[in-house]
T-cell receptor, first 110, second 113 residues
Framework: GDSVTQMEGPVTLSEEAFLTINCTYT??????LFWYVQYPGEGLQLLLK?????DKGSNKGFEATYRKETTSFHLEKGSVQVSDSAVYFC?????????FGKGTRLHILP | DVKVTQSSRYLVKRTGEKVFLECVQD?????MFWYRQDPGLGLRLIYF???????EKGDIPEGYSVSREKKERFSLILESASTNQTSMYLC????????????FGPGTRLLVL
């Protein structure tokens, strides 16, 4: 069945470092792809999404490009901040439901 | 802004108790969802609902039931709580089926002793 695989954490970076969190998916057809973020003590919130191949989603300095040929949707940010410390979930939609990856915990050190 | 609220942030119950987790959304969304979140397992869908009085099983419905008597309210019921149901429970809602953002509540951390 459809699934999402993302890199295991935790990922620890220094402030202003470049961030990549890898995400690949398995799906029939062409799902929409999402990144959700969960800050400490909160529920998930949508960070960005892309609905078709070659689309780029972006928000708050984060970007991800829908790559059909590599079935990937990697999350990137050029310069992370301490406030970016959170758990990041890659996800896809299938049959009106969302399938989430297991999450990647990100720690940013000042 | 969409707001999804959950009745409790923390809850402690004893094995065998019947537990009710309440979720309310204020944006007239059709769809509502209950997930549990566990370390190393991510989010797993328990039940969801597309409309009032409708419910569908998710991936892990065993030991749970749900109720949706009003559009804005979706309740998760643990009929007889067990220690393996200790978890973070997240409620979400979305406007319509398809490519739609889900909006999440803050979660209820349930401990079953």
């Amino acid at each position: 069945g459809d699934s999402v695989t993302q890199m295991e954490g935790p990922v620890t970076l220094s402030e202003e470092a470049f961030l990549t969190i890898n995400c690949t998916y398995t799906a029939t057809g062409y799902p929409s792809l999402f990144w959700y973020v969960q800050y400490p003590g909160e529920g998930l919130q949508l960070l960005l999404k892309a609905t078709k191949a070659d689309d780029k989603g972006s928000n708050k300095g984060f970007e991800a490009t829908y790559r059909k040929e590599t079935t990937s949707f990697h999350l990137e940010k050029g310069s992370v901040q301490v406030s970016d410390s959170a758990v990041y979930f890659c996800a896809l939609n299938r049959d009106d439901k969302i399938i989430f990856g297991k999450g990647t915990r990100l720690h940013i050190l000042p | 802004d969409v707001k999804v609220t959950q009745s409790s942030r923390y809850l402690v119950k004893r094995t065998g108790e019947k537990v009710f987790l309440e979720c309310v959304q204020d944006m007239d969304h059709e769809n509502m969802f209950w997930y549990r979140q566990d370390p190393g397992l991510g989010l797993r869908l328990i039940y969801f609902s597309y409309d009032v009085k409708m419910k569908e099983k998710g991936d892990i419905p065993e030991g749970y039931s749900v109720s949706r008597e009003k559009k804005e309210r979706f309740s998760l019921i643990l009929e007889s709580a067990s220690t393996n149901q200790t978890s973070m429970y997240l409620c979400a809602s979305s406007l319509s089926p398809g490519v739609e953002t889900q909006y999440f509540g803050p979660g209820t951390r349930l401990l079953v002793l």
